[in-house]
């Protein structure tokens, strides 16, 4: 039987393409939203999750650290992604054509320089692909989408202009989810932890809960704060830790950590992307 693994957008979305390299025996199951993804892992219609968490240029994505916590799911995998943006356009048109360009808002902030230069004005489309897929459908050889190889090659579009991003190093960071926890596996390059917490309302709580940490060596890679229950006191922290929690520094990190807190939670432990170095 053919595994599935499910992501928000449509075919050909960069999420979709994460699927593809990440899991390519895998069938890509596309879904509306982040919500629907989880949905479809939690009743079974697909076997993982494959949700972005962060991108080097544009920061956090938006809400997903608020539904990993109450999600049900377990993270078992990251995957760092090369996000390669570039301008589709119908068969036969040409650049200097292009008057607009449709697609994600994250995307179309992340090639201002280049759509600057040649005049061309920002559209918002709900996503990627389904920009990709709109052009294709219009036929409109001044309208253009930015998106990824595999769009262009789902909806029959020609790349008029490829790598147009700002910054050489765009890169948007995966988690994979699945129903049950699989803490057996650690990686040849490490091992990520990931937990949340909310520290106990005394003075310093949050400087004293960081300190097992660092007395006992281990290294934090990303602290965020978010609001939980819509309260400007209640305060969740999203973690993420190099090291397994049977490590007996990570191990004598945790308990000290939760000394100071009134809810801890290990979302997952799962090997290192080798291109997380």
């Given at each position: ?28 199951v596309?879904?509306?939203?982040f919500?629907?993804v ?50 589709l ?64 090659e789902?909806y ?115 090997p ?6």
């Amino acid at each position: 039987m053919i595994r599935r693994i499910a992501f928000q957008g449509e075919p050909g979305a960069y999420s979709h393409q994460a699927c593809h390299d990440a899991r390519p025996e895998m069938e890509a199951v596309p879904c509306r939203t982040f919500e629907d993804v989880i949905d479809a892992v939690r009743s079974g219609t697909a076997d993982l999750a494959m949700l972005p968490v962060e991108n080097s240029t544009y920061g956090r994505v938006a809400d997903i650290h608020q539904l990993l916590p109450d999600s049900g799911l377990h993270i078992v995998d990251e995957a760092f992604v090369r996000v390669h943006i570039n301008l589709l356009a119908v068969p036969g048109a040409r650049l200097d054509e292009i008057t607009h360009a449709m697609s994600h808002t994250v995307l179309l902030g992340q090639c201002r320089d280049f759509l600057r230069a040649h005049g061309i004005h920002r559209v918002t489309g709900a996503d990627t692909a389904g920009s990709a897929r709109h052009v294709a459908q219009t036929g409109d050889r001044t309208l253009a989408a930015l998106a990824g190889d595999l769009a262009a090659e789902i909806y029959g579009l020609d790349v008029l202009a490829r790598h147009i991003e700002d910054h050489d190093k765009n890169t948007t960071r995966f988690l994979l989810m699945a129903r049950k926890p699989d803490w057996s596996r650690r990686g040849d390059l490490g091992t990520m932890t990931t937990f949340v917490f909310q520290v106990r309302n005394i003075p310093a709580a949050l400087y004293k809960a960081m300190g097992g940490f660092a007395t006992n060596g281990v290294n934090m890679t990303k602290l965020e704060s978010y609001m939980v229950d819509g309260s400007f006191t209640a305060t969740q922290f999203y973690a993420d830790i190099e090291g397994h929690p049977e490590d007996p520094n990570v191990r004598l990190a945790l308990e000290e950590l939760d000394y100071f807190t009134t809810k801890m939670e290990i979302l997952g432990v799962y090997p290192a992307d080798r291109r997380r170095h």
